[in-house]
């Protein structure tokens, strides 16, 4: 899977989907809170295995599509961040 430059945060594209509807209804729907998906819109918390398929069922999409996006997003977070070298575990076959 190749990296998307800089992604947007799944909830970014998840109020473009929502359209009009506002978050009440929305959070109605899925069967959540609406501090949860406000979190979510608002790109404070990401999107776990079982909200994705929440969204899938409620916007038509594949299963992962959503699970994938917050993966690629954290990759890519993760992969600009500062770390320690790591070196590799020596480890006899």
Same mark, same amino acid.
């Given at each position: 899977?190749?990296?998307?430059?800089?992604?947007?945060?799944?909830? *970014?594209?998840?109020?473009?989907?929502?359209?009009?509807?506002?978050?009440?209804?929305?959070? *109605?729907?899925?069967?959540?809170?609406?501090?949860?998906?406000?979190?979510?819109?608002?790109?404070?918390?990401?999107?776990?295995?079982?909200?994705?398929?929440?969204?899938?069922?409620?916007?038509?999409?594949?299963?992962?599509?959503?699970?994938?996006?917050?993966?690629?997003?954290?990759?890519?977070?993760?992969?600009?961040? *500062?770390?320690? *070298?790591?070196?590799?575990?020596?480890?006899?076959?």
């Amino acid at each position: 899977m190749t990296r998307m430059y800089n992604p947007p945060h799944p909830g *970014k594209v998840l109020r473009d989907a929502l359209g009009d509807m506002d978050v009440t209804s929305a959070a *109605k729907l899925l069967h959540i809170s609406r501090t949860t998906l406000s979190r979510i819109l608002n790109c404070s918390a990401g999107i776990s295995a079982d909200m994705s398929l929440r969204l899938s069922d409620a916007l038509g999409t594949h299963d992962s599509l959503w699970y994938e996006m917050q993966m690629g997003y954290d990759m890519w977070q993760a992969s600009h961040k *500062k770390r320690p *070298k790591i070196e590799r575990f020596n480890i006899a076959a």
